[in-house]
Every structure is written in structure tokens, then in C-alpha cells.
């Protein structure tokens, strides 16, 4: 973090950059590396979800042995 304030510094000291703009674009770079971290942190979840999506639609694709327009089951 001490780096991204130091080449902020030098951004506005050798190449005269407004220092207002760049302060809103390490505040910028800062919000979006923080949110990348918190979208990694999920990562296990959604395998955990896929899985258990894939589990589900098995049993959804599963043929059924009940007919319903004749009010009773279907032999097999």
C-alpha cells in the first residue's frame, strides 16, 4: 500500500498530475482489488453449488413413473 502512495507521488511531482485525480484513482484501484478479494473468497461456495445444482437436476430429469391421467402408478 506504501508503494501505490509513493508512485502516486511521483505520478504528481515528475509528470504534474493533479493530485485530487490521482488520490480518486488509487481510491479506485484499492475498492476494485478489494472487491476481487471478496468475490475469490466465494470460489469453493460456487463449486459447492454446481455440484449439488447438478445433483438436483438428475432428479428433476429423472423420468417419472407416475401417470398422472390415470389416477395411480405405472408399472415398471
Known amino acids: 500500500m506504501g508503494t501505490v502512495f509513493w508512485v502516486g507521488s511521483l505520478v504528481i511531482l515528475k509528470w504534474g498530475y493533479n ?7 488509487m481510491c479506485t484501484v484499492f475498492t476494485a482489488i478489494m472487491g476481487a ?10 463449486a459447492k453449488a454446481k ?15 407416475l401417470d398422472v391421467r390415470q389416477g395411480h402408478f405405472q408399472a415398471l
Open 37 to 46: 478479494g471478496g468475490a475469490t473468497a466465494n470460489i469453493p461456495s460456487f
Open 51 to 65: 455440484l449439488s445444482a447438478s445433483k438436483i437436476f438428475e432428479i428433476v430429469d429423472e423420468v417419472s413413473t
Open 19 to 25: 493530485p485530487a485525480e490521482v488520490f480518486v484513482c
